[in-house]
């Protein structure tokens, strides 16, 4: 079965740095596209950012620039580099990615089990 799994999250002072993985594995035939989301207790899930195949990358509101997405397409590895963070960035972070399985030809849609992520001083 196709997995998501997260990493990276942790417990950072703010102005600090966060590298976030995300590797998609299992029986997979190609990766459409892989995205970073995020949510905070009682708010919903925003985007933080995405990218596409073809390298092309989409960044929520006010995200582009403190976050920066890289695919690394060799380790089915996505990361999400999170600079200058503030408590306001504390959140449970969540890899999502579209990926069509060896098996069919349908996109299904993956979310990891998401990584938290504490801006405290």
């Known amino acids: 079965q196709v997995q998501l799994v997260e990493s990276g999250g942790g417990l950072v002072q703010p102005g600090g740095f966060l590298r976030l993985s995300c590797e998609v594995s299992?029986?997979?035939?190609?990766?459409?596209?892989v995205g970073w989301y995020r949510q905070s207790p009682g708010k919903q899930r925003t985007l933080v950012a995405a990218v596409a195949a073809s390298g092309d990358t989409r960044y929520g509101d006010s995200m582009q620039d403190r976050f920066s997405i890289y695919r690394d397409n060799a380790k089915n590895t996505t990361y999400l580099h999170a600079n200058n963070l503030t408590p306001d960035d504390s959140a449970v972070y969540y890899c999502?990615?579209?990926?069509?399985?060896?098996?069919?030809?349908?996109?299904?849609?993956?979310w990891g089990q998401g990584t938290q992520v504490t801006v405290s001083s």
């Open positions: 299992g029986s997979i035939f190609s990766i459409y596209t």
């Open positions: 999502n990615a579209v990926v069509r399985a060896i098996s069919g030809t349908a996109h299904t849609m993956y």
